[in-house]
């Protein structure tokens, strides 16, 4: 437990990915899903952003005239991780967004239980 | 007929399945055992098995299997090295060459950028590549096929009436663009990057579409300015890149020079490279937000 | 200055002209022009890819290349033996083919406008799949794992109906779970190794298991990894996800998710059990027996629904459920010639599935675009080809002596032997599936080539289609018999894995 207290950092990002996940599982509105899927991915940020960091030390952008040690600053390659990470999640919301913009257009509705029903009438016609 | 269908022998039910009329599992076959079975599940279905109950049961077995889930993630985080300890697993030999020779070896005094264009830089192409894979998707789900436009749509064409929000804004759109370039070409020396700085341009662009409407931006930025922005820019990103994989496996000399520690022009390809993923993110940002509104760029 | 090596520089080659390709494709005017300039530079991937097998195979010898001017812990690198060789060499062939001969249904299914956009997603798609067999970097094979979804999704609802959104919908949900749990799953292990390269992972991890240190973290990474790979690789509890999109896409479409995008998240699978996690270890936690198990019920649930339906396409996407279960059995049987099995059937299953979709494609096209079973009666007399080429893969899938696939169940069917716990269970399931399998491919058989004497009016079916189902047989065929070589390769290059 006391353990827990000091991560504390990962352990919110741990419930977070546990909101997102259960947000993808149970919410009915499309949007609401993927909004899910979004929060279970910046979850993992967070704990990677976490991870990265070292108490007391600096961002690793070397400062000028100063030698480069390797004590001054965090761990840079988290946040690289995260920059690219934070991209790839962009893409997909955008793309899973237009997805259900398609959809709406379609079919006048966000409820997936609607959209099925509808998705078999017409299969039917 | 329907007198002949129920009479049908094993042998022709069989000859139905092989000929594919007839699924394997007959249904509509009525019989006494079918009957007492329908008026059972009927039961089931009043008392004890409802739909309610059903989507109840969906929810509580959801929530449980999330709570095993963040349970056993919560006990693993338990036993991960501290946070913030100085001796963790990840402090090794990689994170002490990126900080003690990263300027050194790429120009860069950023040293995220320097891990993100030079030493892991195939993951920053790909990452490219998503974004305009996704732009491209985006397209092919979102833009109109036919050219009339629905009221909706017209709405985004038309000019924001009030004064005072046209003003600021319009004076805000350069200012927003210049920091934009501003953080792409520090991207190496400072925070900031391709990334943020195309999407602060991205964001100025929007700002611009939203109040003199979608119709002035069509003036000089077309779909067809986009997508060639958006292809010239990756296939310089792609071919520098290229050529540098190229000339650092088969340890080629390098002929691009590194310029010196924090000044604007060092960093070797870093800057170009920056700027071309400042365009395909500005593109890509804008992108998504004329075709999501209006359906076109 | 040394000299250039350029068979080295194969792979970067292949996914740098992949990417390319894709994103030169959008500007380059019409659909037909990309599908030929498509057409040309995957046959290029294809002939460097055979090149980089022969020499590799011929030197049984395997090589990392540096992505920059960075070695292993701080760069990107490549990794290229025999097998990937072969499974980039597969991927192009099979590509090429599918494209070629679902080319019509491709022109009638997406809009016109938006052809060439639907060949930049093929070539992304390419790009990618080549990255997942080369890379040696758990985060690139994140990254390219997204773009690899994110490509097929496009794919599957290029034909733009509601039906086929929707299916993208249930595609997209599964598989962004599986790379959300893989995510989670590298972050934990960065955390614990600090390294993101397979080498210098499997150094520290094995540092790890002799101090015993983070034993619990460990077996959670390795269960989120594995089964982030594996539900979007469609095993059992996730291959209705499988059903939904293979049925609504266009058949090209088709033909390449069960052929090869499935295909090369079990290969990704493979590599992490031999570069990441080793395989004694992963044999020593029993992961193996659960994929063993998940392979079996595949297998069976898989050919009872296909058994059951009467839709053509539905049938074949079910069938597919099916072989991804066989392939999971070869793995889960945790010995060396379980995985050579599993490397051919992925191999086999990739030419025969290809093929099938494409002819089930020509046929429904015959039969006037009725998709039931029934209604395919006499289709192989209108489309005689796709006729022949339906009823080798069908006999191909249950495993008949000449075809690719009965090397396969045999191959199976030996490795048992060398863990005889598992072997009696294993011999009964194939046998079992053997017959469901000959159960639901065989009627399929009679009744597209049952007599009718209905005339009406089809479309002639097109040349290039007929060549490209005449490939796949000959392949198929060719497979069956000379199969010693391939295997050769397979076995050569698990070694080399292994080592």
């Not at chain 2, 007492?36 to 299997?65: D, E, P, Q, V």
């Not at chain 2, 991960?80 to 002490?96: D, K, M, Q, R, W």
């Not at chain 3, 001017?69 to 499974?87: H, K, M, T």
């Not at chain 3, 069956?480 to 390769?489: E, L, R, T, V």
Request: contains cysteine; aromatic residues 10%.
């Amino acid at each position: 437990m006391s353990n827990l207290m000091t991560n504390y950092y990962e352990a919110a990002a741990v419930i977070l990915f546990g909101i997102g996940f259960m947000n993808l599982l149970l919410a009915k509105n499309l949007i609401k899903k993927f909004i899910g899927l979004n929060i279970m991915d910046t979850a993992v940020y967070l704990f990677l952003a976490a991870k990265g960091y070292i108490t007391a030390r600096a961002a690793p952008i070397i400062a000028q005239g100063t030698a480069a040690r390797v004590e001054d600053y965090i761990n840079p390659v988290p946040s690289g991780l995260v920059l690219t990470g934070i991209v790839v999640s962009v893409s997909v919301t955008a793309f899973s967004l237009a997805l259900v913009q398609r959809l709406y257009k379609h079919y006048g509705s966000l409820d997936l239980d609607e959209i099925m029903k509808k998705a078999k009438k017409e299969e039917k016609v | 007929m329907i007198n002949e269908k129920k009479e049908k022998s094993k042998w022709q039910h069989f000859v139905d399945w092989v000929n594919g009329e007839e699924a394997i599992e007959r249904p509509k076959k009525i019989s006494l055992q079918k009957i007492n079975k329908k008026k059972l599940i009927i039961l089931i279905r009043k008392y004890i098995w409802s739909r309610r109950k059903k989507t109840a049961l969906h929810l509580i077995m959801c929530t449980f299997a999330c709570m095993v889930f963040i349970g056993i993630l919560l006990h693993t985080v338990s036993t991960l090295p501290y946070f913030g300890g100085s001796t963790n697993p990840a402090s090794n030999e990689v994170v002490e060459r990126y900080i003690e020779s990263g300027v050194e070896e790429t120009g860069a005094s950023n040293i995220v950028t320097a891990m993100i264009l030079e030493y892991r830089a195939f993951d920053t192409f790909g990452e490219s590549c998503i974004l305009f894979l996704a732009v491209i998707c985006v397209v092919m789900l979102l833009k109109k096929d036919a050219a009339e436009e629905t009221e909706e749509e017209k709405a985004f064409d038309q000019e924001e009436e009030n004064v005072i929000l046209k003003k600021v804004a319009n004076i805000l759109t350069p200012l927003l663009f210049l920091f934009g370039c501003y953080v792409i070409l520090n991207g190496h020396i400072s925070p900031g990057g391709g990334f943020s700085g195309g999407a602060i341009m991205g964001a100025g662009l929007i700002l611009y579409a939203c109040v003199n409407g979608q119709k002035s931006v069509q003036r000089f930025f077309t779909y067809k300015t986009f997508l060639r922005i958006n292809v010239i820019s990756l296939l310089a990103y792609g071919i520098l890149k290229g050529y540098s994989f190229f000339a650092g496996a088969n340890h080629l000399p390098d002929v691009i020079p590194k310029g010196t520690g924090w000044d604007l022009l060092s960093g070797g390809l870093i800057l170009p490279l920056n700027i071309c993923v400042g365009m395909i993110v500005m593109c890509t940002v804008y992108g998504f937000y004329a075709l999501f509104t209006k359906g076109d760029i | 200055m040394t000299a250039v090596n350029y068979i080295q520089n194969i792979p970067f080659f292949s996914i740098f002209l992949a990417i390319f390709g894709g994103i030169v494709t959008p500007v380059l005017g019409n659909g037909k022009t990309a599908q030929k300039v498509n057409l040309v530079i995957v046959t290029v991937i294809g002939i460097l890819s055979a090149v980089l097998l022969v020499h590799l195979w011929q030197r049984e010898e395997s090589f990392t290349f540096m992505m920059g001017r960075f070695p292993a812990p701080w760069g990107n690198e490549l990794r290229a033996g025999p097998l990937e060789a072969l499974l980039a060499l597969c991927f192009c062939l099979v590509m090429a083919l599918t494209l070629t001969g679902g080319s019509r249904f491709l022109q009638k299914d997406v809009l016109p406008g938006k052809q060439n956009l639907y060949f930049t997603m093929i070539y992304l798609l390419l790009g990618s799949m080549l990255t997942l067999i080369y890379t040696n970097d758990i985060f690139t094979a994140y990254v390219f794992l997204e773009i690899n979804t994110i490509a097929f999704c496009a794919i599957i609802m290029a034909k733009g109906s509601g039906e086929s959104i929707v299916a993208t919908l249930h595609y997209l949900v599964i598989c962004l779970l599986g790379s959300g749990l893989f995510l989670i799953g590298i972050s934990l292990l960065y955390s614990i190794t600090g390294h993101l390269l397979m080498e210098n992972i499997q150094q520290a991890i094995l540092d790890l298991v002799q101090t015993g240190e983070y034993a619990f973290v460990f077996a959670v990474v390795i269960g989120m990894i594995i089964i982030g790979i594996s539900v979007k690789s469609a095993v059992f509890p996730f291959h209705f996800m499988l059903v939904s999109a293979h049925s609504v896409a266009t058949p090209a479409s088709s033909g390449i998710l069960s052929g090869l995008v499935l295909k090369s998240f079990i290969f990704l699978n493979i590599k992490m059990f031999y570069c990441v996690f080793t395989i004694d270890l992963i044999r020593s936690l029993k992961i193996t027996n659960v994929l063993f198990v998940f392979g079996l019920m595949g297998m069976v649930v898989g050919s009872i629904s296909a058994l059951k339906e009467r839709r053509i396409k539905h049938m074949l996407a079910y069938s597919s459920a099916a072989q991804i279960g066989y392939i999971y059995m070869g793995l889960g049987l945790g010995n060396h010639e379980g995985m050579v099995a599993a490397c051919f059937h992925i191999l086999a299953h990739a030419i025969t599935k290809a093929m099938l979709c494409i002819c089930a494609g020509g046929l429904i096209e015959a039969s006037e675009g009725n998709v039931g079973i029934n209604s395919l009666r006499g289709a192989g007399h209108r489309n005689l080809v796709a006729g022949i080429g339906f009823t080798v893969g069908g006999l191909s899938m249950i495993g008949i002596p000449l075809t690719a696939g009965f090397i396969s169940k045999l191959y199976f069917a030996t490795a048992t032997i060398y863990s005889p716990q598992k072997m009696v269970i294993t011999l009964l399931t194939l046998a079992i599936s053997m017959i469901l399998n000959a159960m639901y491919f065989i009627p399929s058989a009679i009744a597209i080539w049952s007599p009718v004497d209905k005339k009406a009016k089809i479309p002639k079916p097109s040349r290039a289609m007929q060549y490209a189902i005449g490939i796949f047989i000959v392949l198929n065929v060719v497979l069956g018999i000379y199969y010693a070589p391939i295997i050769d390769m397979i076995e050569i290059g698990i070694q080399l894995l292994e080592s």
